[in-house]
């Protein structure tokens, strides 16, 4: 980014907030994805995939809390992915497993979001030549339905990377 060309030691520096071009401006209220994307809020709008402002959804602190914290937690297991070392494996199975600690505990959050607004978790897909994308839901393996232009199973409100 054009700031950071004169600043050697930008990534020291704490993360500037979000542009307001880049957050969801969506009037009529479209579905949340829990997404983590290596940014303080995880919410994402299922329409044009911005940044949405968790006081455009409106929810209690305590689960502003737990967000942030499920937030930092996944991105544990990212990053050790990322990393592509001795944990990469390790870190790739959890994140490949609906069932894995960091999986459930997003998607209770959803569950806790959806009275709020409807929400989805957003299920993070690699994708390379050896790998097809998915046509089943990865946690109940029913077949995807088509909504917002995305890939969804609307029972377990998960909604495909791709
Ligand atoms: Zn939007
Ligand atoms: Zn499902």
């Not at 990469?88 to 997003?106: C, F, K, N």
């Not at 806790?112 to 990865?138: G, H, K, M």
């Amino acid at each position: 980014m054009a700031e950071h060309r004169n600043d050697p030691f930008w990534k020291l520096r704490p993360p500037p907030p979000t542009p307001e071009d880049e957050l969801c401006a969506c009037v009529d209220g479209p579905p949340i994805m829990l997404q983590a994307h290596l940014s303080p809020n995880p919410l994402s709008c299922i329409a044009c995939n911005s940044e949405v402002p968790p006081e455009c959804v409106g929810f209690p602190e305590k689960l502003a809390e737990e967000l942030a914290s499920w937030q930092s937690f996944h991105d544990c297991f990212y990053v050790l992915w990322l990393d592509s070392g001795a944990f990469e494996s390790w870190a790739e199975a959890q994140l490949d497993d609906p069932a894995s600690t960091v999986h459930m505990r997003g998607r209770a959050l959803v569950s806790e979001l959806n009275v709020f607004r409807r929400a989805y978790y957003w299920w993070f897909q690699r994708v390379d030549e050896t790998i097809e994308p998915r046509t089943s839901c990865p946690v109940c393996e029913r077949h995807l339905t088509e909504a917002h232009g995305r890939r969804i199973c609307e029972p377990c409100a998960v909604v495909l990377a791709v």
